[in-house]
């Protein structure tokens, strides 16, 4: 799999997610930003689990992807987190991500890897990025495909 391209294509995925009226469109990179505009999603580190099936069959990448909101309001900050962070709904992080997985049996991510999951949201909490503070959390996401592309 290449990394650069899988980054890409989650971040495009992301964009899918549509917030409460009043919000600003989730922006998104499929890197770690200079700067963010809030609501904003990006792909951070990735660790790379090489050989997970003999021959170079099949790699894990383990995102961890971060999601930033404004804290003009600390409640209304954290209702917009908590509706990104949600199973389900037209704002969800997880269902607009992994429904790039594509049809039973398809490839994930316009082909560029057999699989994709969402697994977990983890430090919900204050992060400072670039000297502004900002609510956030991160995503933890496992794709898998073949180590010999």
Do not use: N
Request: proline letters at 5%; glycine letters at 12%.
């Amino acid at each position: 799999m290449q990394i650069s391209a899988v980054r890409d294509a989650i971040a495009a995925a992301a964009r899918a997610v549509v917030l409460p009226a009043g919000i600003p469109r989730l922006t998104c990179t499929g890197y770690t930003p200079d700067s963010v505009t809030e609501p904003h999603f990006f792909v951070g580190e990735v660790e790379v689990t090489y050989d997970r099936t003999m021959g170079r069959g099949l790699d894990q990448l383990d995102f961890t992807c971060r999601v930033l909101v404004g804290r003009q309001d600390d409640r209304a900050g954290q209702r917009v987190l908590d509706a990104l962070l949600s199973g389900g709904g037209p704002a969800s992080l997880k269902a607009a991500i992994e429904a790039a997985r594509g049809a039973p049996g398809q490839p994930a991510l316009g082909g560029l890897a057999d699989d994709l999951h969402v697994m977990r949201v983890q430090g919900y909490r204050w992060y400072e990025h670039q000297g502004t503070t900002y609510v956030g959390a991160e995503l933890v996401i496992k794709v898998i495909g073949s180590g010999s592309t």
